[in-house]
């Protein structure tokens, strides 16, 4: 049998899984989805979804590839009964990593852009920054739009090409550290600046009153993106995983880490946000326009812009390693095609799947489903949608199809850990909290009943 690549070492294994969680979403849409919910009720009710869904979810998927060692969707065939279309989990979850894909580069385009703008800025000008106007040239041209996508797509396709345990594995481990330390230094800078208490407390004391079904379906939806489940990425990456290597205990550290990366963005936004008078629920715009605000008031502060946009850079890079992972090893092993053919094709579909997304503030701006544009469409389909009811379904098939011995057999490593209270409680999750849940959530949350 030919050699199947995989991630090398245990720390490997964990920076990667934490490489793909860690992202955007940490760093962007964390704090202005946190702004516009109402702040520490948001938080609560977050950190909730991802202890009693995320983690099941997230450790059924890596049990699962581990065990098959495939891509999403042959694992859930391969598993599943004659004639049951459990498959299905793996097809939407190529869907979501499209859709994700297509308004994700657009958000890490706007990163690199950031970068190259403020090293220009560094030398030129008078060294002030106006977010808000570097933020609206930026989105409203469709050159600079398309571009800035494109770069980042051939960016990541190239590192993909490089195959798992070299691309994958080598660039987040090296990258990873330097992320943390950046973060806490500009966290205390935003503390320290006059004012900054009021963002504190928006983001720590929670107003309970704040919260509704459309607020927990916003929260749930965040947690499944950030811990990239739901939608086949983890099984995927499960399939790359050393046999020895303990999973639930991996996925709490990576879900623990991936939290403290959120809090630590939320605190380096927020107390900004309020100590300049901007405005928290501003949306998806929040970090490029307060961010630079922050780095103005700041000694250096250019470099250290610098710097910050090159680890969002960094983080962004590592999730979107994971997200087109997803359809490039269903490529590679479904049609058999080459590292190399499947990197490009996919490339290429998700440039025209994505330009309309990256078009969304200028050419496609009026056209709008549901009142939502390209953008926000690809979003919410994506996280409120297609992820939560991907992520029912590996419940289910986890709790009920694969069953409480195989999921005993593979949580202890056949044996070499005691994994037995864990494994029990994990099955009840996943049998009957978790998928109720998350239907629960979804059918209120899109006002289905
Ligand atoms: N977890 C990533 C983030 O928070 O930025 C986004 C993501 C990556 C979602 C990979 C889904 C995925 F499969």
Redesign the pocket.
Known sequence: MQHRDGFTSSIGVTLATLG???????IW?FPYMTGMNGGASFLLVYILCTFLVGLPVMISEILIGRHVKANAITCYKSLSPKGQPWFLIGVAGVVS?FL?MAF?TEVAGWVFAYIFKSIGLLFVGNGKVDGGAMFTTLVSDPVQSLFWQWFVLIFVGGIIMLGVSKGIEGTVKRLMPILFVLLIIIGVRSMTLPGASKGLEFLFTPDFSKIDFTVVLMAMGLAF????IG?G?MTTYGSYYRDDQNVPLTTLRVMLADLTVSMLAGIAVFPAVFAFGFEPGAGPSLLFITIPSVFDSMPMGGVFQVLFFVLTAV??TG?ML??LE?PVAFAIESMGWSRAKGTVVTVVLLGLFGAPAALSSSLTADVTFFGLNFFDLYDFLSSNVLMPAGGLCICLFAGWIWGKAAIRKAMSNHGALNTDAISSMFTMLVRFVTPVLILVVLLKGLKIF
């Open positions: 793909s969680a860690v992202g955007l979403g940490n849409k990593a994700i994700y993106f950030k811990l990239s939608m990425t983080a962004a999730a994971s997200l997803v």
